[in-house]
């Protein structure tokens, strides 16, 4: 349990604490959080802390003006075939912990997790993804666990979670 105490509450659609266009040009920080699990790195963290301790508020208005805008936005296409490849080697099963979630009544729904993330610049190969349960993924991107390439396991502090399945990835 974490006390919090709100200084300020806005609307988002009122009132931008940062315009789009301060995120866009802001100390060489990628704003790139599209990708699930994905967080803010410190160095992100710390220039918005700044934008709070010294910018005034920015209201929307001011910011981007009302009407139909164009954006461009940057996205990490991904190979779905590789998703349904990697889900026929494991038969939908999570290579951490073996299981099929609800024995596959809704389909498969375990995820292609990128070892080292798209959004990191990581390819988007067989041989940089593993199967996940969304538990186990969600726990992966929660601590950004690295990846030991010579047990093929991921680092969770100072636990291991170990690939229990493996047809397709060579330890180093």
């Known amino acids: 349990m974490v006390p919090l105490r709100f200084e300020l509450l806005v609307d988002p659609l009122e009132t931008l604490i940062v315009s789009e266009n301060d995120l866009e040009h802001s100390a060489d ?3 790139n959080t599209q990708s699930s699990g994905v967080r803010l790195s410190e160095r992100a963290a710390r220039e918005i802390d700044k934008w709070l301790g010294v910018a005034e508020l920015v209201t929307s208005s001011s910011a981007i003006a009302p009407g139909r805008h164009e954006r461009v936005v940057e996205l990490n296409a991904r190979d779905q075939g590789l998703v349904r490849e990697l889900k026929r080697i494991y038969e939908g099963k999570c290579q951490i912990c ?4 609800y024995d596959g009544k809704f389909g498969s729904i375990t995820e292609a997790h990128h070892i080292h993330w798209l959004s990191r610049d990581g390819a988007d190969t067989l041989e940089n993804m593993v ?7 969600a ?3 929660a601590v950004d666990a690295e990846f030991d390439w010579n047990r093929l396991a991921f680092k969770l502090g100072t636990a291991l979670l170990p690939l229990r ?3 397709h990835l060579v330890a180093t």
């Open 139 to 141: 726990a992966v991107h």
């Open 131 to 137: 199967l996940l349960c969304p538990n186990h993924h």
């Open 29 to 31: 920080v990628r704003w």
């Open 98 to 101: 073996a299981s099929e979630l």
């Open 165 to 167: 399945m493996n047809e």
